[in-house]
């Protein structure tokens, strides 16, 4: 299987290993307590971006585009931009039962995106190759709430005194600025267009 890797492969693969590596340091993080640790945690996601943009450039410029690497970005890209994000926002406090809800749909809603990408890819590129426009704001976008997560952890403002602290609604707690996941995640699964550059 190795061999039929491309090099663009290798750094969809870094990306993805900077996504597993902040979800360890988020774990790591949360269990000594490290609002410190929590901002280091977050600077991994820049980290699998900047591999998820070389990635594109260099399967471009060897003309090496693969259906397996398009499916191995679309992997790598629910780690570091999904499952990541929600894992530094449970570290950073929004462990509430509608926290919880919130954050599996956010990643539920990045996973339908990637999912609706791949399907339509074809289609809307038109039989070019290129495709023209997103539909829905792509999930690499999720690296601004990582931004908010990372100011929060800096300014020590995680757990109890995370932004617009918590409420209590029924038989869970919601912390408020788990919404800004819920917002995400909307616009990721929206019809919005959005241009391609």
Same mark, same amino acid.
């Given at each position: 299987? $190795?061999?039929?890797?491309?090099? +663009?492969?290798?750094? #969809?693969? &870094?990306?993805? /290993?900077?996504?597993?590596?902040?979800?360890?340091?988020?774990?790591?993080?949360?269990?000594?307590? @490290?609002?410190?640790?929590?901002?280091?945690?977050?600077? /991994? $996601? *820049?980290?699998?971006?900047?591999?998820?943009?070389?990635?594109?450039?260099?399967?471009?410029?060897?003309? +090496?585009?693969?259906?397996?690497?398009?499916?191995?970005?679309?992997?790598?890209?629910? $780690? @570091?931009?999904?499952?990541?994000? &929600?894992?530094? +926002?449970?570290?950073?406090?929004?462990?509430? %039962?509608?926290?919880? /809800?919130?954050?599996?749909?956010?990643?539920?809603?990045? =996973?339908?995106?990637?999912?609706?990408?791949?399907?339509?890819?074809?289609? $809307?590129?038109?039989? #070019?190759?290129?495709?023209?426009?997103?539909?829905?704001? *792509?999930?690499? #976008?999720?690296?601004?709430?990582?931004?908010?997560?990372?100011?929060?952890?800096? @300014?020590?403002?995680?757990?109890?005194?995370?932004?617009?602290?918590?409420?209590?609604?029924?038989?869970? =707690?919601?912390? *408020?600025?788990?919404? %800004?996941? /819920?917002?995400?995640?909307?616009?990721?699964?929206? #019809?919005?267009?959005?241009?391609? *550059?």
């Amino acid at each position: 299987m $190795i061999r039929s890797f491309h090099l +663009a492969d290798l750094f #969809t693969l &870094a990306n993805a /290993f900077c996504g597993m590596g902040a979800v360890f340091a988020a774990m790591s993080a949360m269990e000594a307590g @490290s609002a410190r640790g929590l901002v280091a945690a977050c600077f /991994f $996601i *820049p980290l699998a971006l900047f591999f998820d943009i070389l990635d594109g450039n260099i399967a471009r410029w060897r003309q +090496a585009n693969s259906a397996m690497g398009r499916e191995l970005d679309s992997l790598a890209d629910i $780690i @570091s931009f999904g499952v990541a994000p &929600a894992a530094l +926002a449970y570290a950073a406090g929004m462990r509430g %039962l509608w926290d919880c /809800f919130v954050l599996t749909f956010f990643v539920a809603c990045g =996973v339908s995106r990637l999912a609706r990408f791949n399907v339509t890819a074809e289609e $809307i590129s038109e039989g #070019t190759g290129k495709v023209k426009y997103f539909e829905g704001t *792509p999930i690499p #976008t999720s690296i601004a709430l990582v931004g908010v997560l990372a100011l929060a952890a800096y @300014s020590d403002r995680v757990n109890e005194a995370l932004y617009f602290g918590s409420w209590n609604i029924g038989p869970g =707690v919601l912390h *408020p600025l788990v919404m %800004l996941f /819920f917002v995400s995640g909307s616009l990721m699964i929206s #019809t919005i267009r959005i241009p391609k *550059p």
